[in-house]
């Protein structure tokens, strides 16, 4: 696992400002930042370090600076007493030189110290904690100790509670929600499940939270609304993965939500009656499992085409139509097409040029889009970068934007995205390069390996497992969706037994 720091703290700024209906929560950030260099300042003052000190531990400066941190610690709290906060300057400048040296387990000890001093001085639930909070994060990440992840994120999003931008909260269980899907889902399929139920209550207390705030009609619950859309996806990609991510989620499902909403069809679910717990789906065939959740996922887009309609933006509905109509595809239905028609009429309507048009579906794409898009324009920005990512060494090849599949246990599943993830790390990737048809209704076929790293018999066969399950809005000419043969796809799979 490979953690790196986000070179500033603004980490999310650029992609907020990628999307025009999200101005509200861009100035929160700005607000947010400047807070937050503010207090990396007061922490830093008057610390001065050389660079060429901070080299090597073996540099006598670099051993003579630490020293010297260590023994003005000392003298202070000699003078003041362990809880003064003039301890904080030279912790804080031990551990900077630390962190040259990549010596996280010592930096978690002297954070949880500074922490004791700031919740002393500042009071148990200040948000001026949360920078420190959130480098305890960085650091318990690259140490792999992910139950301290979970603890420290939840403290942030207790003392953001207490920030005068209620903004700050949100994205506080947003944070909390996107770590329980990724890194603290741990190794076992039973964890994971658990763990996705604790992230899909924390997405709808957020939709409940932002309407209270914003108000239902409001712009700015687009994005919540299209979170908990996509929440929707990832529970149904669970539910019918072939990889053993299925029977702890139908468990927790039950669980949580009864059997009710398993049942699809006539046919619905039998129960064993040795375990009254234990519920089995029966669907006909071409159905998934939990078909009911990705139809309320269509409810929270039309959702949103209505406040763009209210707003008086039709471009920005007809996108809403197009992700609607995504969605309905990833049902297997039919009908998506006049939708996607309906889509392309509107957007004439609204002034977008032809060309653009085109072009936009003239690409297949993967299904579900991981972020709503709210103008064209974005969304063709958004398809350049992904195709930009990765391109088959023929040159006249047609090719998609790699999948980066979420685990190996639901490798058809596409790994969560978050804007409010302000850690970065990597998990441990095969890569399999796949060649295979797209049909006229985005069906997936004739799935062949072109070369994978490592070359191992499960990459392989995972990779097939997710292409045959995938999904894609195909390239359409007048509204119609065209086949395409021999299309290249790079495939990117968390391994945990690397």
Known sequence: MNLERHPDQTVCIDRIERSSYCEPMKNAYLIRASAKRLQLLICAAGLAISATALNAAEDTGWVEQMQAQEA????????????????????QAMIRLLEEQSEHERIAELQERQLALMRTNLGLENPQLIPLLEEMVLTRVAIGEFDGVTDNLQMIRNVSANDEDPDVLLQAINALAHWYLTGGAGDSNRRRAANFFEARELIEDLEDAAEELYGEDDPAMVPW???SAMNAYQLVGLLNSEEGA??????????HDGATRLRTSARGFSYNPLRSS????????????????LRQGIGKIDDMADIFEEQGNPEARAMAMIYRSD???LMNRGTAFSRYREAQELLREAGIPAERIDLFFSRPQLLPVSRFYPTLEEAIAHQE??????????????YVAPFKAWDESAPNVREPVSDSAFWEYENNYHQVDLEFNISSRGGVSSVDIIAAEPDDRR???????????????????????????????????????D
């Open 72 to 91: 003005a610690l000392a003298e202070l709290e000699s003078l003041h007493g362990p809880f003064d906060p003039s301890l904080i300057e030279p912790l």
């Open 225 to 227: 609304l299209y979170s």
């Open 246 to 255: 299925s029977g702890p989620t139908i468990r927790e499902l039950v669980r």
């Open 278 to 293: 234990t519920v089995t789906p029966v669907i006909e065939a071409g159905e998934l499992v939990g078909e009911l959740y």
């Open 327 to 329: 969605f309905q595809l």
């Open 385 to 398: 970068a992904e195709l930009a990512s990765w391109r088959p060494e023929q040159e006249d090849a047609i």
């Open 459 to 497: 990459s392989r066969r995972l990779a097939r497992t997710a292409a045959r399950d995938l999904r894609f809005r195909p390239a359409m000419e007048e509204g119609r969706g065209q086949r395409l043969r021999d299309v290249q796809m790079r495939v990117l799979l968390p391994r945990r037994d």
